[in-house]
Every structure is written in C-alpha cells, then in structure tokens.
C-alpha cells in the first residue's frame, strides 16, 4: 500500500491496454505501476511492492509471462498474481491456474465489472 | 503366303483382304493352275519323246494337241484366277466350283491321253490319282465325290465304249509286244508307277504340308490374341488403378507386379529420378531380394542403360552380367538376372523415372512386349502425376489454412485493445458519456465483440485442421462438463426468457477427450438453442450412454430451419435466411466448428426441424466405457 491506497502492478506489453487498465483503476482509488516486459516488471516489482500483479500470459517473448511469475516466487512474493489471457490461450477454463501459483484468470478484453469485483474480494 | 499380309488401303491397287480360308482356297488353286503347265508341257515333250526317241507307235499329233488344248484352257484358268483375285465379294464357293471345274476339264484331257494311249491298259490311267487326292483334299467332301464319281464315270464310260468297239481301242503296240516285254516295258512301267508315287506323295505331302503350317499359324495367332487381350485387360485394370487410388505406392506396386506376371519375368522394378535429378531411387519392386535392391546407388550417369532410357529410349540388355551398360553386373549376378528391359517414364515430355524389367534366362524382348511396357510406364507416369498435383493440392490447401490462422491470430491483440478501450468508454472511466455518445459506442462495442467472436471461431476452427488425435486428451467427466456449460449458458437463457432443461444421467460419464473440444460442442449447440429460441421457448438436452457409444441430444422450441437450408448448415459462414431476417447475431461458424469436432471424434450428427417449431440436434461419439464396473452381487477379492 502506498498513500492508503492498494498498488496493482500491471504488466503487459500493450500499452493501450495498460492505458485502459489505468483509467479504470485510477477511477476506483488504486495506484498503478506498469512494465511492458516481464525484465521491466521484475524491476518495479522490487521497487514498487505491489499488493497485487496482474500480468499478460501471452507478451512478446515466449513463456515470459510464466517465467515472471517463477521468479516471483523465487523472490518471496506473497501478493496475489492474476494473469491475462486472450481468446485461445492455451490456458483455457484456467482450471490448472492454481498449480500455477496464480490465484485467478482475467480475460482480455477486459471487463471493468469483473476486474474491479475481484480486486474488492481481494483486496480487503 | 502373301495374301494374309495383304492390307486394305483405301484405293488400293493390289488385292482386296481376304480372309486366311479364302486365301488358302486361292493360293491352292493358283498352285493347281501352275501345276497344270508343268502336266501340259509334260504331255507334249513326252509324247514327243515316245515318239521319235523311242519310236513308239502312238497317235503323237492328237496328243501334242491335247497338250497343247490344256495350255490353252490353262491360261483361259489363269485369267479368270487374276479377275477373282480382284473381286472382293468372291465367295468360297466360287473358288470351290473353280477348282472343280478345273479337276474336270483335267480329266476330260486325260481321258482323252488315255485312250490315245490304250484305254484301260494306259500307263497314264493312274495319272487319275492325282486330281483326284487334290479333289479330296482341298474341296468340300460331297464335291470331291461327285468328282470321284465324275471321274469314275469317265474311265469306265471309256472302258465299255472301247470294249463295244464303239470306239477304237489304241493300244501302244510296241509296250504289248512278247519280245518288247522286256526292257522298254519294264522301265515305261516302273516309269509311270514310280512317278506316280512321287507325285502322289509331293501332292499329299505338299498340301497337307501347308495344312499343318497353317494350323500351326492359327494357334500361334490364337496365343498371340490371348497375349494381347491379357495386356490389354492388365492395362485396363492397372488404369482403373491410377484412377481410382491415390496411394502411390500402392499403384507402383500393382503396376510392377502385373508387369513381372504379364510379361512372365522374374521380377519388375520402378525406379525414380531423386529431387536433385541425379540418382535413381526405388520406388517399387516386385521379385528381387533386399540385397539387390540395397546395392547402392544407381547413377544414371555411371550406368549407360540408365541414361539412355532417361533420354526417352527403351533399352533391352540380353545379358546383365556382362553388358557394360549396366551399373552393377555383379549384383545382377548373384541375383540371377539375365535379361533386362529398361523402359522410360516420362512426365510432359521430360523422364522422371524408368520401368525394368528382369529375366532369368536370355531373352529377346519383342517390339509388342517392349510397347506394352512403356504403356504400363506411362500409367505409372500418371499416376505419380495425380499423386503429386494431389500433394500440392493439399499443401496450398494447408498453407491457406495457416495463413488464415496467422492472419487472425494477429488480430486478436489490436481487437482486444480495442474493445478494453470500449469497456473503459463504456464504464465512463474516461468522462461522462453524452447520450448519442452512449449509443455509438454501444453499437461499435457490439460490432467488435462480433468480430472478437469470428476470430475466436476461426481460431478454433484453424486449430481444429491442424489437430491430431492424440492432441491433449484427458479423461473428463462430461456430465459435469455438461453442467459446467449450461451454468455460463443461463444467464443468458434468462435474459432471453428462455427455458433451459437438462436431462443428465446420475453417475458420472468418464469420457476420453480434449476437454476444449467437447466443451465447445456442448457450449455451441446450446447458444444456438438459446439464440435462436423466442422468449417464452424451451431448451432441452439430454446426455445418455449406451453399450458402445454417448448421445448427445439438444433440442429446442425456435425457428426451426427451412428445408433449402438444410444441407447448407453445417459450412462455413453459412447463416439461413431465417436467422438473418431475426437480427439475431452469429458468425456462420457455430455448427462448422461442431461438425468438424464430431468428424474428428468419428461420430455423427443427425438434425431433424421443422420451420417455426423447432430443431433437434443428436449427436453420437463413439465411447469406451472402461473396464467393467462391479455390480452389487460382485465377486470376492481374491
């Protein structure tokens, strides 16, 4: 936390994206911190202690979105990670998710009901 | 015998085609005629002899007249063979009543000779004989006893009119003779008798002769005809082949195998041209042994005999293992090949590969055997062309199907941007809307989610072409499954006043499969219910399992679909005319994506609607229960 308010760190390597993330977090009293690459959201996440990540499955590189989340663990990390996933992701019904060490699925598009009601259940 | 090779050109000069029987009769009566010259000039010159060599008493002016009236009527014989040769419609029967007529006049003549030269004592009355051996062989047996009789006729016609004294009966005096008895008598006997055995036997011998010869001919031609109909059917069938498989290597086979048993070799192989066009490769082989055809490389530029044929020759070698065209004389060998055929296989004018085949004793390959090879060669030519344009045929129709997959793989990021950026406009994160600000972007919000769905149906589909069997399977409970589908569906179902019933069976229904791939065959069946399902309508789908299989049933009170639309609805993109007219959205994709998942599970899909009724859908998967549960009254553990 930060100010009183919870920060989510989004990662994602489309920026539109993390643009209409902002606007919708911002407006509901969250703090946002962004990286377009996992490397870049290792980094902020040192810096930035987030209380919760919500990262893109599917960015550039290839598996980076899970190897972000190992190297997360790997630091320690007790916030909760949500990943982001399109239309025919491998990850589907995202059954598996929390063998993953993921506590939950957002799919893209993103819908701001759904986003903002898990983070309240969350983030309490 | 020229006849039978005798052609028909049109507006030939030379004889018109005659049939082998018609051409015997005609080559046997010009034999007759020929014959007839040597018998004239024979009566002549012996009379002449007789006469003032010997001195006999005879009426020698008559009979050189004779001799002379035969040369006549044989060249009046002469002419009239040359115009029936010419006539094409001349029957058998002509030429048989020609050659009676010929064996007549004969006859007459030589009764004639006879009685100049002492009636039933002439030494010419054996001379009978010859006519009449001609008769019984060449001529239809009741004319030849007619002429018998004819014959007979004559001489004892002659007998009796000489005995009655009716006519004079000119005895040779000097061969009657006591003190003549000696010498001259005896060699004018033996004389007449020995010629009349030769003769006799040169007749017999030469006719029946040329019979057995033409027998001989008509069962070579027989065997002849049946080799041909043999290779004519083997191409048939090997055609029949090409045409109807596209396993290439298959027809390779067939095609090897009828050329080792039509052609009665040992063995038979098809060699092709690599991709580089340097070595040639098997491709199929029939009656040679692993070793040989491992033997190694064949280089067509080593090989002479390879490299001719490639240049559109066939190529026969008698004797492998010596021939310095082969590559390998010593393989050849080991293996026992004597004789090769080498034929090409050529593809637009160019080689692509050659047709052997092999013998194990020498042989002389005929030019039909070597014709009916590069026949089989080109059928196998064909066939490999079918099989690569169908190769082609199936890559484009892949590298479409990737670039499509690709395409839309592309656009699902810009596509989800856009519509996270509609959901924000939406949400009024970015300002208050106005109304018509609402409204539009509602509407363009609605378009894109209709375009984030083709593209997720599409992808689907891509990764459905792509699939293999064995992709992910894992062993679901599809009761559940099925459960787990109608919850998501439900709310939707409610909005829409849609009734949604399931009839499921109480215990679990294990069933091997890609969860993806069942999941959404239930999820489309059912919004398809939903959606096309007024309010107030009901939905119901029932899931049972029998001994070897799993139906699915979905079953709604909606629009129905039309007859005409009914072997459309299952294509791709394919909407009926009834669904556009509700507004109701789709993507076409719906049941593509459902037959597609059924076909690659081997089951079926059956549909039965009626127009402002309803639909049902029912689809059967093929399904392994596993083994046998233990029923109540089960076995003890042992």
Known sequence: MRNGRYVILCIDDDQDFLDCIRLILEANDYLMEEAVSAEAGLRKYKGAAPDLVIVDLMMEEIDSGMHFVKELRLLGNTAPIYMLSSTGDQLFMATDYTKLGLDGVFQKPIQPDVLLSTLREKLK | MPEKDEATRPGAETAPYRLPLEAELIARVS??????????????????????????????????????????????????????????????QTFNHFAALQILLDWLALTLVVHYTGGIESPALFYFIFNTIVAG?????????????????????????????ILPHLVIAELHQPQLQGPLFLLAALGFFVSAILISIYLATSITGETARRTRE????????????????????????????????????????????????????????????RFLEVSAAYGLSDAYLTKGKVDPQRGEMDRLTLQGNPV??????????????????????????????????????????????????????????????????????????????????????????AVTHELKAPVAALQSQFAVLQGGYAGTLTERQQVLIDRAARRMARLHELLRDLLALG???????????????????????????????????????????????????????????????????????PA???VSLTLRAEESRVTLVVSDSGVGIAPEAMPHIFEEFYRAANVKVMGTEGTGLGLSLVKRIVDLYQGQVHVESKLEKG???????????GPALEGPASSQKP
């Open chain 2, 463 to 533: 990764a459905l072409k792509d699939r293999l069997p064995q992709h992910k399977k894992t062993e679901l409970n599809l009761v559940a499954l099925v459960c787990r589908v109608a919850e998501i569906i439900q709310p939707e179902a409610e909005a829409r006043g849609v009734t949604v019933s399931l009839s499921l069976p109480d215990a679990p229904l294990p069933f091997r499969a890609t969860e993806e791939d069942v999941h959404r065959l239930v999820d489309n069946l059912l919004e398809n219910a939903v959606k096309y399902t």
């Open chain 2, 137 to 165: 062989i060449l001529l239809p047996t009741s004319l030849a006893f007619l002429l018998a009789g004819f014959g007979i006729l004559l001489v004892m016609g002659l007998a009796l009119l000489e005995f009655w004294a």
């Open chain 2, 316 to 405: 026969a070698l008698l004797d492998a293992a010596v021939d310095p065209r082969f590559q390998y004389p010593e393989e050849a060998r080991k293996e026992g090949i004597r004789s090769v055929l080498s034929v090409p296989m050529m593809l637009l004018d160019r080689a692509i590969g050659v047709l052997r085949v092999y013998t194990g004793e020498e042989r002389h390959f005929t030019q039909e055997e070597t014709e009916f090879l590069m026949a089989l060669a080109s059928q196998g030519a064909a066939a490999i062309q079918n099989a690569r344009a169908f190769r082609q045929l199936q890559e484009l129709e892949e590298a479409k199907s990737r670039f499509v997959f």
């Open chain 2, 615 to 625: 639909t049902t859908f029912t689809v059967t998967l093929p399904w392994d229960p």
């Open chain 2, 218 to 277: 008509l069962a070579d031609l027989k065997q002849h005809l049946e080799d041909a109909y043999q290779k004519m059917r083997t191409l048939y069938e090997t055609s029949r082949a090409v045409n109807s498989s596209l396993n290439l290597p298959q027809v390779l086979s067939t095609i090897v195998r009828q050329a080792t048993e039509v052609m009665g070799v040992k063995a038979s192989s098809i060699r092709l041209l690599d991709e580089e066009g």
């Open chain 2, 536 to 538: 107030g309508g009901m």
């Open chain 2, 31 to 92: 034999w007759l005629i020929l014959l007839r010259w040597v018998a004239a000039a024979a009566v002549i010159v012996l009379t002449l002899i007789a006469k003032h060599l010997l001195s006999l008493t005879i009426p020698w002016v008559k009979l050189c007249l004779i001799g002379v009236a035969i040369l006549a009527y044989n060249a009046v014989f002469t002419w009239r063979l040359r115009m029936l040769r010419g006539t094409p419609g001349a029957s058998i």
